[in-house]
């Protein structure tokens, strides 16, 4: 599989980890994993910072995909396959239908934007 393969699967693969750990057959090890690929793949918060020249990037190009690899082999192969098949119905025209679950993240962003900008000027 190619680089853009395994670009367009990964549009596919985190929401399809995002709904395996809502199943009952899936391991508890498999949702830890999973809970914190979940929240490194959504999180503002990156390891390495994006304005550090070439690192910053690589933190996104190495550790969500080892992390997301990790979680779908802790997932029984059924359960994954059931969910990456109910994740495909998540899209409509290239963009997620429930866009609207982002919203409290552009909450958080907003917020600390407001406090950096109160701290910085008042």
């Not at 199943?23 to 550090?52: M, N, Q, R």
């Not at 690192?55 to 994954?80: E, M, N, Q, R, W």
């Amino acid at each position: 599989m190619q680089l853009k393969e395994k670009a367009k699967q990964l549009k596919t693969d985190i929401p399809a980890v995002f709904l395996c750990l809502n199943k009952k057959e899936t391991p508890l090890g498999a949702k830890l994993v999973a809970g914190i690929t979940i929240c490194y793949a959504l999180s503002p918060i990156d390891l390495i910072p994006d304005f550090i020249p070439v690192l910053g990037y690589l933190d996104d190009v190495i550790i969500l995909p080892a992390l997301i690899a990790l979680t779908i082999h802790l997932l029984p192969a059924d359960t994954f396959e059931q969910c990456r098949k109910e994740s495909e119905h998540m899209w409509k025209n290239g963009r997620p239908k429930k866009w609207y679950y982002a919203l409290p993240f552009i909450g958080i962003w907003l917020l600390v934007i407001w406090l950096f900008l109160k701290f910085v000027f008042f």
